[in-house]
């Protein structure tokens, strides 16, 4: 399915059919974050959740693996969002982890934790704590010259 909204959509019960059904795939939401566009990845081979990937698109910053569970849930409750599922073949999802082995989840999610990891609704601040440390590890050239004792040279 494409472009589907994500208020219309009941995430838990979305999430527990794929994994009744055995679905290989991926799940992919883009939601409005708390500074701009995010996207959450789950990555799915046989019903189970094996791979998940959160980026903050303004900030060109991505979690991957087991430290994107909890972003990637906190996304899928936000206000505004539009869902993509799209099915692979198992050897398809095989191929995505050998090529990107960090977005593997250290131990796969069954359907029973599904409803455990969703969030009631948008955290925040959890998504702030996050964000500031992207922030803090960006350094604008400005700051760079400043730093290096060249701060007339901020207009170059």
């Known amino acids: 399915r494409q472009a589907v909204s994500l208020k219309s959509l009941d995430i838990a019960l979305e999430l527990e059919s794929l994994a009744d059904s055995g679905f290989s795939g991926y799940f992919v939401a883009t939601v409005q974050g708390v500074d701009g566009m995010d996207e959450a990845l789950l990555l799915f081979s046989d019903g189970v959740l094996v791979g998940s990937a959160y980026s903050f698109c303004k900030y060109d910053f991505e979690l991957k693996g087991s430290e ?3 972003p990637c849930f906190n996304g899928l409750a936000a206000a505004h969002g539009v869902v993509d599922i799209n099915a692979l073949s198992h050897q398809q999802v095989e191929l995505v982890l050998a090529f990107n082995d960090k977005v593997k989840l250290s ?3 069954q359907k029973r934790q599904f409803r455990g990891l969703l969030k009631q609704s948008f955290d925040e601040t959890a998504s702030i704590r ?3 440390k992207v922030r803090r590890s ?5 700051d760079l010259f ?3 004792g060249l701060g007339g040279l901020e207009g170059v």
Do not use: G, H, N, Q
Request: charged share 35%; no cysteine.
């Open 68 to 70: 994107a569970l909890e």
């Open 107 to 109: 131990s796969p999610i």
């Open 130 to 132: 996050m964000l500031s």
């Open 138 to 142: 960006e350094e604008s050239r400005v």
């Open 146 to 148: 400043k730093r290096f």
